[in-house]
């Protein structure tokens, strides 16, 4: 089956700075990858996403980096600010299924 | 995109009794699934919810506790029937829209006591 986990469950910058929060897939048919964010009482928002067929992909402020290799993805947010702070799921799914097996999250805090 | 719109948003409910959760897309969807977030953990999927046809549920979900309808292309309930404290958690639903991320609920916040 597939597992998703993080590697850090809270992730503390200052305002300003760069964050990248990592996350880890176990199945390598895996083929489609969303990072989501979630702000308190709120429902997960889509924040980016990335297929198997690329590497890496762009968003505003913030980067997706995928590695087919050893099945490892990150988020880089730039110039992270107060708004930022929430927390970061990513997710994995087989493409034809859009089942989506979600990380255990990483609660980002970003300092003034 | 599309906008999702759960209700009801929480509720505080009696154990052994039973809640509906209706979940509403702004579009015609083929897929529509339902999650369970657990307080301070991530998200686990319980079931598709298939359009004329019975849901597809994941390993640890049962159709005698979470009955799903899906009675067109819009619209989706879960039921979470005889609960207990433990079924207490965050319930979303989600869809995805043809080849697009998928897209959640505000969520339904239980509180079983």
């Known amino acids: 089956g597939e597992s998703v986990g993080l590697h850090l469950p809270t992730l503390s910058v200052q305002e300003g700075d760069n964050s990248i929060i990592n996350c880890a897939y176990s199945?390598?048919?895996?083929?489609?990858f969303i990072w989501y964010k979630q702000e308190s009482g709120k429902g997960p928002q889509f924040i980016i996403d990335?297929?198997?067929?690329?590497d890496k992909r762009q968003g505003q402020r913030v980067t997706v980096l995928l590695n087919k290799t050893v099945k490892h993805l990150s988020l880089q947010i730039a110039a992270t600010q107060p708004g930022d702070s929430a927390v970061y799921f990513c997710?994995?799914?087989?493409?034809?299924?859009?089942?989506?097996?979600f990380g255990s999250g990483t609660r980002l805090l970003v300092r003034p | 995109s599309a906008v999702i719109s759960q209700k009801p948003s929480r509720d505080i409910c009696q154990r052994g009794t039973s809640l509906t959760i209706q979940c509403q897309v702004d579009?015609?969807?083929?897929?529509m699934f339902w999650y369970r977030q657990q307080p301070g953990q991530s998200l686990t999927l319980i079931a598709t919810?298939?359009?004329?046809?019975?849901?597809?549920?994941e390993s640890g979900f049962v159709i005698d506790k979470f009955p799903i309808s899906r009675p067109n292309l819009t619209f989706s309930t879960l039921t979470v029937s005889n609960m207990s404290p433990e079924d207490s958690s965050i319930y979303l639903c989600?869809?995805?829209?043809?080849?697009?991320?998928?897209?959640f609920g505000q969520g339904t916040r239980l509180t079983v006591v």
């Open positions: 579009s015609q969807v083929t897929m």
């Open positions: 997710a994995a799914a087989m493409d034809s299924s859009y089942k989506l097996i």
């Open positions: 990335i297929r198997s067929n690329m």
């Open positions: 989600s869809s995805h829209p043809g080849d697009t991320e998928a897209f």
């Open positions: 199945n390598s048919a895996s083929d489609y």
């Open positions: 919810a298939n359009q004329g046809s019975e849901a597809t549920y």
